[in-house]
Structures are given as structure tokens and as C-alpha cells.
DNA sequence: CTCAGTGTTCAGTG
DNA sequence: TCACTGAACACTGA
């Protein structure tokens, strides 16, 4: 679930809480599958006592910027989630991370915990451990940053560039709009709710699109971004014609959006959900 | 008990 | 070298 407009809002949670304050606490949960990129122990010492100066976001990273390098970066993966501790837990459910506290009144799956000199606590959890965790002086040296494309958000192609971009790209659409080398940020579902607004089959190559069809696309990526990170990812505000409310709908039976089938199946390597009837 | 679903990485193909 | 495909990774929740 953690797609661009996810990270966003949790990268402003943790801007609101963390930046202009120093890090009093820090705590990581060791953890032999999650990949840190360092030991606990060492990211914890680098993290406490230090000024918190900026968060970041490019694409679904997001990293911590302190008065002295290194910095905090980090992936969410599939599962992972940041919240404020103490705060009101909205849609906690929808994220898989319940905010029920285990025994020892932390929550589940805690996988780094900060605290500030004011009190304010933030929490990075991750049921499925497939989140990433590291400390990076120099982020222009690290191939996980530097490969990713514009961020589709702030940086995406005017669409004279898009046009030239994807003439050239013989995958079909649903892949292209996946490669974070290409559209930063854009996940499984923001590529499907595209493609839908856009009308277009995700099996479409990139090289087939005509300059309309590309100026479609753009503007529904544009759209989709643009609402899902105004109201902060909050899936309940996301307006009701959209392939979201619907794509999941009972897992075995056929669904239905404004009186068309939505089909389920894989495209680009993964499930997709799309409407065959109006996406040419 | 089985399996879908999530994003990145890596091996393999053309 | 590049574009692309598909599997692996690990786990939860249905």
C-alpha cells in the first residue's frame, strides 16, 4: 500500500514532529531479515542527540536529515508504516498495522522508535519486513537513490519529454508506469487508477500511444496524485468513481464499476485491475 | 490450509 | 549495454 502519496503523508508526519527538534531517543529493533544497512546499534548512535533539520521524499524513500551527516533512509517495502505515537490512529486498519500494543505496550512489529526532547515519538513498523532502514553520508553515491527517475509528484515530464520518453519503451504501460526509473512513486494502484481515468489498457505498449493518448495519461497520473496527496492518502476522502473503492471488492466474485466488469489479472508482473470495456 | 498481495532486486532472455 | 520478464523475498490476513 505505501505509494507515493502514503509516504508523502507520513513523511509530513514526521516533518511536523521531528524537524527543528533533537532526537532524544532512538531505538531499533534488531531484526535479521529487514535490511539495515548498518547495526542497530550504530544507527541508534547516530540518530541520538542530533538536530532534526529537514524529511525528505523522492519516489517511496524517505530519509531524515540531521545537522551532521549520516543521514536516516528508508523504504516502507509492502507492509511498512510511520506514525506519531499518542496521536490519533486513523486508518490504521487499511495499513495492516493494527495499533493495538502487544504486552509490552509498544506496538506491533516496531522496527525503529524516535523520541524527541519535547516527548513527541515516532514509530516505524513493519509486519512484513520487507522495509529497508540505513545511514548514508553521501546519497549521491547510492545506486537505490540514483537510479530512480523523476519524482512523479514534483518532477514529472512536461509532455513534449513523456512523448518522447515512452515512443521509445516497448513495455506494456502497466510497466512502464511501474519502473521507478521512469515515474518515481507510482505503485499497483496509482498505476490502475491511472490507467483507468486515462482510458487506456494496460497491455498498451508505450511505443503505440499517440501524442493524445499520452496527454491523457499525464493528466490522470497528475489527477490521481494530485487528490490522493491533498487529502494525505486518506482513502476514505478518494472520490467514489475511482477504481480504488472497487478494485478489491469480494475476492471471488466479479466486481463492478458504473455498471462495467473490472477484470483481474496479471499485467507487467502483477495483478491488475482494469476495465476492458472502456480502457482501449 | 492455501494463497493473494505488496515493492524491490536480481537472474535470465533477447 | 540496454529493455524487458519473471521469480524470489517474508509475512499477514482472508
Keep these: 500500500m505505501p505509494e507515493l502519496p502514503e509516504v508523502e ?49 523522492h519516489g517511496k524513500y524517505w530519509w531524515l536529515e540531521l545537522e ?39 506496538p506491533r512489529f516496531l522496527k525503529l522508535l524516535l523520541e524527541t526532547e519535547e516527548g513527541g515519538r515516532i514509530a516505524f513498523t513493519d509486519g512484513r519486513r520487507l522495509g529497508r532502514m540505513w545511514l548514508s553520508s553521501d546519497p ?4 537505490r537513490l540514483t537510479k530512480l527517475g523523476p519524482d512523479a509528484y514534483t518532477a514529472l515530464p512536461e509532455l513534449d519529454a513523456l512523448i518522447a520518453i515512452l515512443k521509445k519503451r ?22 490502475d487508477e491511472t490507467l483507468y481515468h486515462a482510458r487506456l489498457s494496460p497491455k ?28 494525505d492518502a486518506d482513502y476514505e476522502q478518494f472520490p467514489e468513481d475511482w477504481l480504488f473503492h472497487h478494485r478489491w471488492g469480494g475476492s471471488k466474485g466479479t466486481e463492478f464499476i458504473d455498471g462495467k466488469q473490472i477484470v483481474r489479472e496479471p499485467v507487467g508482473g502483477r495483478t491488475t485491475a482494469w476495465v476492458p470495456e472502456i480502457q482501449l
Design 170 to 191: 516497448k513495455a506494456p504501460l502497466k510497466a512502464l508506469l511501474l519502473d521507478q526509473g521512469l515515474f518515481a512513486g507510482v505503485g499497483n494502484w496509482i498505476a
Design 140 to 143: 549521491t553515491q547510492d545506486d
Design 68 to 106: 551532521e551527516k549520516p543521514w536516516l533512509y528508508g523504504h516502507l517495502g509492502m507492509s511498512g508504516w510511520i506514525r506519531e505515537l499518542g496521536a490519533p490512529t486513523m486508518r490504521l486498519k487499511e495499513h495492516g498495522n493494527a495499533p493495538l500494543d502487544d504486552e509490552t505496550g509498544r
Design 9 to 57: 503523508s507520513v513523511r509530513r508526519i514526521m516533518e511536523r514532529v521531528l524537524k527543528g527538534r533533537r532526537i532524544a531517543k532512538a531505538e531499533v529493533v534488531p531484526d535479521d531479515i529487514m535490511q539495515f544497512g548498518q547495526n542497530p546499534l550504530t544507527i541508534q548512535e547516530a540518530l541520538e542527540g542530533k538536530l532534526v533539520t529537514a524529511v525528505g521524499r
Design 204 to 231: 498498451r505498449l508505450g511505443s503505440s500511444l499517440t501524442p493524445q493518448e499520452v496527454a491523457q495519461l499525464r493528466k490522470a497520473l497528475v489527477d490521481v496524485l494530485d487528490h490522493a496527496v491533498r487529502v
